[in-house]
């Protein structure tokens, strides 16, 4: 089964993808690692290439082709990043949506602690980052990535731990691929 899981910076996208993964036995592709990559190869640094593709929509385009290449290309596989599950909803790739999200007080308490800063630092260049992020997928994609009506499963990260998050969406994955499987069987 394909998973996409989403989620604003602090949310813990990323930690519950990779649990998931690990539960599920799927590969773990993070997209975040995708657009590292792709700095790579051009010989620059992320924060660069970052600001380019503010300027530069063929950036982001060209790691939506990517990530929907590999998405294609694999069926048991957790694809974590900002933009993946409504990217792939957009392109009507079957694939079971989760949106992972806190309040962003929670989330910039846990950036700030995990990257030793100041949280009321922190939750600044978020709210920067976000605000400039939304307008750039609104622009390009005519999406809002936190419209919750675009995920199959929207999870509320603040009281619960990651173990806890990953049961819930590995329930919920196992009881679509049943159905899945019994529809097919049932010729639905």
Do not use: N
Not at 5 to 31: D, F, N, Q, R
Not at 65 to 91: H, M, N, P
Not at 111 to 122: F, H, N, Y
Not at 167 to 181: G, P, S
């Amino acid at each position: 089964m394909r998973i996409a899981v989403s989620g604003p910076p602090g949310s813990g996208k990323t930690t519950v993808s990779a649990l998931v993964a690990k539960a599920l036995g799927h590969e773990l592709v993070l997209v975040g690692q995708v657009f590292r990559r792709m700095a790579e190869e051009r010989g620059i640094g992320l924060d660069v290439l970052g600001s380019l593709a503010e300027e530069d929509e063929t950036i982001d385009k060209e790691l939506d082709r990517r990530t929907i290449t590999i998405a294609e290309s694999k069926k048991d596989v957790v694809l974590e990043g900002r933009l993946t599950a409504a990217l792939l909803r957009k392109y009507d790739i079957p694939t079971f949506t989760v949106y992972v999200d806190a309040p962003e007080e929670v989330r910039a308490a846990r950036i700030a602690k995990r990257e030793g800063k100041d949280p009321a630092i922190v939750l600044g260049e978020m709210r920067t980052r976000e605000h400039s992020e939304r307008k750039r997928y609104k622009a390009i994609y005519g999406i809002d990535p936190s419209d919750c009506l675009a995920y199959d499963l929207w999870l509320d990260s603040r009281s619960m731990t990651p173990e806890e998050l990953t049961d819930i969406i590995v329930k919920e994955a196992k009881r679509r691929h049943d159905e899945d499987t019994r529809q097919s069987e049932e010729g639905i």
